[in-house]
């Protein structure tokens, strides 16, 4: 369960702050895209960098309480319905599938620790 905090923190860490401070990199990262209307880009940009940087750093900040047992169980929750609600958003609204499939393959992974550990 740490090995995925931790994958999880880096991952939506680094997204996040792609997304923030560095959008012009966003057309390099497979399974993205860009929008016609540059404002609605970086609106939904910065909104999703923000969530992504939260639940990156609310993930490493995790590692250290992993003992707490009713923390863990509502986090895993937490991180099992963002990745879960994150693909079916990208399944049902971009074209490119990767995006989704790791967001699925994230979401899965948490459902199995949480059910796990409940």
């Not at 209307?37 to 609310?58: E, H, I, K, P, Q």
């Not at 693909?87 to 609204?93: D, E, P, S, V």
């Amino acid at each position: 369960m740490r090995a995925l905090l931790l994958i999880n923190g880096l991952i939506e860490l680094g997204a996040g702050l792609v997304f923030l401070f560095l959008p012009g990199l966003v057309p390099r990262i497979p399974g993205l895209m860009m929008l016609e209307d540059g404002f609605s880009t970086r609106l939904l940009l910065s909104m999703y960098g923000t969530v992504a940087a939260v639940m990156g750093v609310y993930s490493l900040v995790l590692l250290r309480h992993t003992h707490r047992q009713s923390l863990m169980i509502g986090s895993l929750f937490l991180f099992a319905l963002f990745h879960t609600a994150i693909a079916l958003n990208q399944f049902g609204f971009n074209p490119d599938v990767r995006a989704g499939v790791v967001h699925a393959l994230m979401g899965i992974l948490f459902w199995g620790v949480y059910w796990n550990r409940k």
